[in-house]
């Protein structure tokens, strides 16, 4: 904003100083957790005593990786959180590929083929985006006992699949909007069926938004914990679950090297999708809540 | 838009089978749709009206449908821990909500003034909202731990007599809910008023400066103002990530000491899973639901007008 003119005295030098010095204290703020996280989970127990929380390992090891992914104790079993991060991703991986499918089908469907109260059938799903999801958590519960998936991860698949259809659908919708409609006009006078119509015209250009919404399903569904917890027995949690389950265990000495691994294997994932994808994951959280 | 339907409208009669495929493409739309349809009106609105019902029995252990009437809700508001819990939620949202849209607005303004490596520093204030709430809750409880963390850090620079025990401090420990929530929360708000910011037309901001108006001047006269959309949506998303906060109250207090920091979503998940309170556990959804609605309506309501009139 200060564009008009630059002058370079000494008062504005001395501002843009600060300016920097306060965004990179911000910085720290932001990065200091994770800076202990990973340094702590590379210490060994040994070194971790009050007052020890910023200094560096003196005998970096990875054997509190190596504990928290295959021996460390959730609960009753000692097993890491190894096959519980294998659990998520079973979970994730399809649950995000069928609500984005759906998503799109639904989002081309309100879009290029309105009806009359389309735009109602719309607002009506919408609404699932905003529920407190205790509000279903009990009927779920007995819903899924019915159809025999009660603490299953085809449950867990399910649930994910209900609850984010509604945020696929608004992306998919609000993209396609703007996608120019006379080409779909001009298709159906063609004789061009619903799907062939998406399949040539509207799925080419939809590469941005299927990221979009991946991403965004992604990190939901990978960082959910009521649903793992409400929904899943030992066998099936999602490793947010297993992660709280290992930090609140309370079988002898606290190993926070171990706490510390687990979190950073858990936090992985969604991590590394932020940093390749950033830009995504910022254009889906504006879209799937500003524009809710 | 009705070119849809009219198109493929073929006379009854004439010739069957195209008609048949013409009626099947005339339907597939909604086809297509009915199943998502179907499942919101199931899985949303009757949900939402089974654990009202819920809410209306003496469930326990077992969801059971023998009718008390509004007892539960009674009993809801005798109860001390959910007032506790609401308090809670009060002062956990108003915190969260405030903290975060002043520390968002800030370091939105000075990382608009061409920063060098804003998109690094951008990038840094955003990652703890790609974390789970439960990663961040396990953090938080080692740095916040007396024995271990900040305080003991501060303790062995000199400072014998600091204390930060809000952890263990059944007074304090809501705060450290609102310390790792904004931590995580604030550099999206940061993001949604950068994007704010950079849609304000330019030539505003040069014809105040024109006037003679001082940099802090037009940002709080001109600059502010024209964010207020912004801090709707924030403050709607905010309230919403607040009154849903479950798993950080988890992972990072347990909800106590005792249930000192109780949140409404985690005594609902306790008496509705683990303490065989079925009926109560229904009843305080319900009145999460009703605090959604007091949040959403307004907003979707002056929405609606607002697309209405611009």
């Not at chain 1, 992985?268 to 959280?285: D, E, H, N, Q, S």
Request: charge should be positive.
């Amino acid at each position: 904003m200060d564009n008009v003119i630059r002058r370079r005295t000494l008062g504005a030098r001395l501002g843009r100083a600060i300016l920097y010095a306060v965004l990179l204290l911000a910085a720290l703020f932001y990065l200091l957790p994770l800076a202990v996280m990973l340094i702590t989970s590379v210490k060994p127990l040994a070194e971790i005593s009050p007052g020890t929380l910023l200094s560096l390992p003196r005998e970096p090891t990875l054997a509190p990786w190596t504990k928290a992914w295959g021996e460390a104790c959730t609960g009753m079993r000692c097993e890491g959180v190894g096959v519980y991060f294998l659990n998520s991703i079973a979970i994730v991986v399809p649950a995000v590929l069928i609500s984005t499918v759906i998503g799109a089908l639904n989002g081309y469907a309100l879009t290029k083929w309105r009806f009359k109260g389309s735009e109602l059938l719309f607002a009506l799903m919408l609404f699932g985006c905003f529920i407190p999801f205790q509000v279903v958590l009990l009927p779920m519960a007995q819903t899924l006992g019915w159809l025999g998936l009660s603490s299953s991860r085809a449950g867990l698949i399910l649930v994910h699949v209900i609850f984010g259809i509604a945020f696929t659908t608004l992306f998919f919708r609000n993209f396609y909007v703007a996608v120019p409609t006379e080409l779909v006009s001009a298709a159906k006078l063609d004789g061009a069926g619903f799907f062939r119509i998406f399949w040539r015209i509207l799925l080419p250009v939809s590469a941005p938004i299927i990221v979009v919404s991946v991403i965004w399903q992604f990190t939901q569904i990978w960082n959910d914990f009521l649903f793992g917890v409400a929904f899943s027995a030992h066998n099936t949690q999602p490793v947010t679950v297993a992660l709280n389950n290992l930090v609140n265990t309370s079988t002898g000495a606290r190993e926070y090297n171990v706490d510390m691994a687990a979190a950073m294997i858990a936090a992985l994932p969604t991590l590394i999708v932020y940093v390749l994808a950033g830009k995504y994951f910022v254009r889906g959280l504006t879209a799937g809540s500003v524009k809710g | 838009m009705s070119l849809s339907n009219s198109v493929v409208q073929p006379a009854v009669g004439a010739g069957a089978r195209r008609s048949h495929a013409g009626m099947l493409q005339a339907c597939l739309p909604k086809l297509v749709l009915a199943p998502s349809v179907a499942i919101s009106l199931f899985f949303v609105y009757g949900f939402m009206l089974w654990t009202f019902i819920l809410s209306l029995t003496n469930s326990r252990m077992l969801p059971s449908y023998e009718f008390v009437g509004f007892a539960q809700y009674a009993r809801l508001m005798a109860n001390d821990r959910w007032w506790v819990a609401s308090t809670n939620l009060v002062v956990f949202g108003g915190l969260f909500v405030a903290i975060c849209l002043a520390l968002g607005l800030v370091l939105a303004i000075l990382l608009d003034q061409r920063i060098r490596q804003e998109g690094a520093l951008r990038t840094i204030y955003l990652y703890p909202m790609a974390l789970s709430f439960i990663v961040t809750g396990v953090v938080w409880k080692w740095l916040l731990n007396p024995g271990l963390g900040i305080q003991a850090m501060v303790r062995s620079w000199g400072f014998e007599n600091f204390r930060f025990d809000w952890l263990v401090n059944p007074d304090m420990a809501v705060y450290t809910l609102v310390i790792a929530a904004v931590w995580q929360a604030s550099g999206f708000v940061m993001a949604l008023f950068l994007a704010g910011l950079r849609g304000i037309d330019d030539s505003i901001l040069k014809a105040a400066q024109l006037d003679g108006a001082s940099l802090p001047r037009i940002y709080w006269r001109v600059v502010i103002p024209c964010l207020r959309p912004v801090v709707f949506s924030a403050v709607m998303i905010l309230s919403h990530i607040a009154i849903k906060s479950f798993d950080l109250v988890v992972a990072l207090t347990g909800g106590g000491p005792g249930y000192a920091s109780d949140l409404p979503a985690t005594f609902m998940y306790a008496h509705a899973f683990t303490r065989a309170q079925i009926g109560l556990g229904s009843a305080s959804a319900m009145l999460m639901l009703g605090g959604v609605l007091a949040i959403l309506i307004p907003y979707l309501y002056s929405e609606l007008r607002g697309r209405r009139h611009g």
